[in-house]
């Protein structure tokens, strides 16, 4: 303590060639440092749910293909809820997704649907397609 009695009592002199740190920069300095970089997103990554794709019955896959032929053959205008499943692009399984656009037509060559925003879905990943012109004609099936 000895060593410090001639600068112990002089005020504080704050530099004038250095800014002002703020507190986060200061405390930035002493936080500790990510050992295992991406350790964190590779945890979200397992943890994150998928689901498998469910088979659809005979006579879904024909209700289903019976409303798309009578969209395509009358022209409807309207927008319609398609759900579908989306397969996940880095684990097994994916999850279920549900659009509501208008649609333009089909692609006979690719088998997809595709709609006015040039939005394209795989009709074998269809599970429903509903719409309240579809909901009134087929409601009894």
């Not at 398609?82 to 692609?107: A, E, M, N, P, W």
């Amino acid at each position: 303590m000895e060593k410090y009695q001639s600068i112990i009592d002089k005020p504080y002199q704050k530099s004038t060639a250095r800014p002002h740190m703020s507190l986060n920069d200061r405390a930035a300095q002493f936080a500790p440092f990510a050992a295992l970089t991406g350790y964190e997103a590779e945890l979200k990554e397992v943890s994150r749910l998928t689901e498998e794709k469910c088979e659809l019955t005979d006579e879904a896959k024909e209700l289903i293909n019976t409303k798309l032929n009578y969209i395509i053959t009358f022209k409807l205008q309207e927008e319609i809820l398609v759900t579908h499943f989306v397969q996940d692009l880095k684990k097994q399984g994916g999850s279920y997704k549900t659009v509501f656009l208008q649609v333009k037509r089909i692609d006979e060559v690719t088998k997809e649907l595709i709609f006015v925003d040039k939005t394209k879905i795989k009709l074998e990943n269809i599970i429903n397609v509903n719409s309240k012109t579809l909901d009134s004609i087929f409601k009894d099936f």
